[in-house]
C-alpha cells in the first residue's frame, strides 16, 4: 500500500513563494506518476499538475502555468511543487496524489488516481 505524506504548507503573503514536499513510501517511485490537487474552501478539488514517472514529462492547471513547478526526486522518493508568485486565490488543501503507470503515460490531469495524501493546507494574505 503506497503512502503519502504531504508537507510545507502554511502562511504567506502574496507575492511569496512556498515550496511542498511529499514523501512516498510503500512502493516502488519510479513506477508511479505523481502530481498534486488542491481544494480551496467551499469548491471541488481541481487539478494543479504532474509529473511522468520518469520525470520528463509535466503538465500544469491553466491557472498556475508559469509560477507553479513540479520535480521529482527518484533518491529520495519525493515529488515537489514550488509555488512562486502566490496569490491569495491559491489558498487550498493540496494534496498529493499517484498513480501507477505501466507505460508511463501521465493521467492525473483527468482525475484518475490509485493514491492520495491526507494534505497540506496552504493559506495566501493579501
Known amino acids: 500500500q503506497v503512502q503519502l505524506v504531504e508537507s510545507g504548507g502554511g502562511l504567506v503573503q502574496a507575492g511569496d513563494s512556498l515550496r511542498l514536499s511529499c514523501a512516498a513510501s510503500?512502493?516502488?517511485?519510479?513506477?508511479?506518476?505523481m502530481g498534486w490537487f488542491r481544494q480551496a474552501p467551499g469548491k471541488e478539488r481541481e487539478f494543479v499538475s504532474t509529473i511522468a514517472r520518469s520525470g520528463d514529462s509535466t503538465h500544469y492547471a491553466d491557472f498556475v502555468k508559469g509560477r507553479f513547478t513540479i520535480s521529482r526526486d527518484v533518491t529520495k522518493n519525493t515529488v515537489s511543487l514550488q509555488m512562486n508568485n502566490l496569490k491569495p486565490e491559491d489558498t487550498a488543501v493540496y494534496y498529493c496524489?499517484?498513480?501507477?503507470?505501466?507505460?508511463?503515460?501521465?493521467?492525473?490531469?483527468?482525475?484518475?488516481?490509485?493514491?492520495w495524501g491526507k494534505g497540506t493546507l496552504v493559506t495566501v494574505s493579501s
Open positions: 510503500g512502493g516502488t517511485f519510479s513506477n508511479y506518476e
Open positions: 496524489a499517484g498513480r501507477l503507470s505501466p507505460y508511463g503515460r501521465t493521467r492525473l490531469m483527468y482525475n484518475v488516481v490509485d493514491y
